[in-house]
């Protein structure tokens, strides 16, 4: 049972475009929506998240939109850099305490210069 | 100074080996955590602990046993390692805490582990 489901599975996107990377998940008590970014040979580094109660969250080129009733919620990644070639996970946790977190499967993101 | 620590970084041994994994956080954080990442790299936790006390314990084979000497340190022993074992596996740490913070985990750069 895939609790959170990404797409799409790789990415390319030409210098300054925008990535778009979209997650859903099942289960509604899921309280907190992070998105990770991978490099080859690292682990994976938390990039932005979000809790339900906001529809947006921005920091810098990167935007988390939340869908609460359409169960989603996707990455955007503005003026796209060959340094944002990575893979990129969105995940799920709910409630206190230790936070397990459910991934999605991940998306190969390349940034053509 | 690295946050979150794991050796060996490889670690390459034959079907039916017992192997050792380490991790130690420097951050202060009360919880660790093991994931495992499959070729397709799947993320799935393993294990969780939270000041020294198992919290998190996913469906794992039982050859799989997490020990956690004191809160900054979490290992994982696999005994009678299987060709399915192979896969690279990360240590993480977080803290208690409110507010986004609290959920931040902080992930090693993971142990490649290679059962032939």
């Known amino acids: 049972q895939q609790q959170v489901k990404q797409s799409p599975q790789s990415l390319i996107v030409q210098k300054g475009g925008i990535s778009i990377i979209n997650c859903a998940y099942e289960?509604?008590?899921?309280?907190?929506f992070p998105w990770y970014q991978q490099f080859p040979g690292k682990g994976p580094a938390l990039l932005i998240a979000?809790?339900?109660?906001?529809s947006e969250k921005k920091e810098g080129r990167f935007t988390i939109s939340f869908n609460k009733s359409a169960k989603q919620f996707s990455l955007h990644i503005m003026d796209s850099q060959p340094g944002d070639s990575a893979t990129y996970f969105c995940?799920?946790?709910?409630?206190?305490?230790?936070?397990?977190?459910?991934f999605g499967q991940g998306t190969r993101l390349t940034i053509n210069p | 100074d690295t946050a979150v620590s794991q050796t060996p970084k490889y670690l390459v041994t034959q079907m039916g080996n017992d192997k050792s994994i380490k991790c130690e956080q420097n951050?202060?954080?009360?919880?660790m955590y093991w994931y495992k990442q499959d070729s397709k790299k799947f993320l799935k936790i393993m294990f969780s602990?939270?000041?020294?006390?198992?919290?998190i314990n996913e469906t794992v084979p039982n050859r799989f046993s997490p020990k956690s000497p004191d809160k900054a340190h979490l290992n994982l022993h696999i005994n009678s390692l299987e060709l399915g074992d192979s896969a690279v596996y990360f240590c993480?740490?977080?803290?208690?805490?409110?507010?986004?913070?609290?959920?931040?985990?902080?992930f090693g750069a993971g142990t490649r582990l290679s059962v032939l």
């Open positions: 993480a740490s977080s803290r208690e805490g409110t507010g986004l913070t609290k959920n931040i985990q902080y």
């Open positions: 602990y939270n000041n020294k006390e198992l919290i």
């Open positions: 951050l202060g954080h009360d919880t």
């Open positions: 979000i809790r339900p109660d906001v």
């Open positions: 995940a799920a946790s709910r409630g206190r305490g230790a936070q397990k977190l459910v």
């Open positions: 289960n509604t008590a899921f309280d907190y």
